[in-house]
T-cell receptor
Framework: GESVGLHLPTLSVQEGDNSIINCAYS??????FIWYKQESGKGPQFIID?????DKRQGQRVTVLLNKTVKHLSLQIAATQPGDSAVYFCAEYSGYSTLTFGKGTMLLVSP | DTAVSQTPKYLVTQMGNDKSIKCEQN?????MYWYKQDSKKFLKIMFSYNNKELIINETVPNRFSPKSPDKAHLNLHINSLELGDSAVYFC??????????????FGPGTRLTVL
């Protein structure tokens, strides 16, 4: 029978390139925005978060940008490595310990 | 040492059966969660418990019954399994509840397949 693909948005990059993964969020009242990485067969793993009163935050090789005007969040990964291949999720936090996850983007890094 | 662990990792069962998934965290956290991830990778909160008390129940069918015997454990029991219950179930934990964001640590997931 016909196989149905996952149909996740996919970003394919070469090793060493910079990657940018985008996310649109819906709740303007969200206090925090978080990026998670999920490798195949594993649970989501925290990468970086940003509070709603900031517009940029940097970590090790990663930068998160927040544009509240257009409700847009992005994750920039510098010098992408094959080990960065995974599905990346943005999530919103608006209190009561509830995370609302976005749809996910698959990042494929070719050596 | 694994911070958040789940058993079993894979569970294959027939429609109509009752099954349980166990979760344990050794992080000393007081809040635990169950999430469901469907075949399209969409991840959605099902329940959260704080100090063994149910805090969030996100319109999950009452065939799903979480139980927290202590702060380190949150088990998920599912009655009368249906095909649509097939998914990957993730347990998570965090320190504290409400207020500022507290990082949630996820377990490795349990892949449930209902035949």
């Amino acid at each position: 029978g016909e196989s149905v693909g996952l149909h996740l948005p996919t970003l394919s990059v070469q090793e060493g390139d910079n990657s940018i993964i985008n996310c649109a969020y819906s709740n303007s009242a969200s206090d925090y925005f978080i990026w998670y990485k999920q490798e195949s067969g594993k649970g989501p793993q925290f990468i970086i978060d940003i509070r709603s009163n900031m517009d940029k935050r940097q970590g090790q090789r990663v930068t998160v940008l927040l544009n509240k005007t257009v409700k847009h969040l992005s994750l920039q990964i510098a010098a992408t490595q094959p080990g960065d291949s995974a599905v990346y999720f943005c999530a919103e936090y608006s209190g009561y310990s509830t995370l609302t996850f976005g749809k996910g983007t698959m990042l494929l890094v070719s050596p | 040492d694994t911070a958040v662990s789940q058993t079993p990792k894979y569970l294959v069962t027939q429609m109509g059966n009752d099954k349980s998934i166990k979760c344990e965290q050794n992080l000393g956290h007081d809040t635990m969660y169950w999430y469901k991830q469907d075949s399209k990778k969409f991840l959605k909160i099902m329940f959260s418990y704080n100090n063994k008390e149910l805090i969030i129940n996100e319109t999950v069918p009452n065939r799903f019954s979480p139980k927290s015997p202590d702060k380190a454990h949150l088990n998920l029991h599912i009655n009368s399994l249906e095909l649509g219950d097939s998914a990957v179930y993730f347990c998570a934990s965090s320190q504290g509840f409400g207020g500022s964001y507290n990082e949630q640590f996820f377990g490795p997931g349990t892949r449930l397949t209902v035949l």
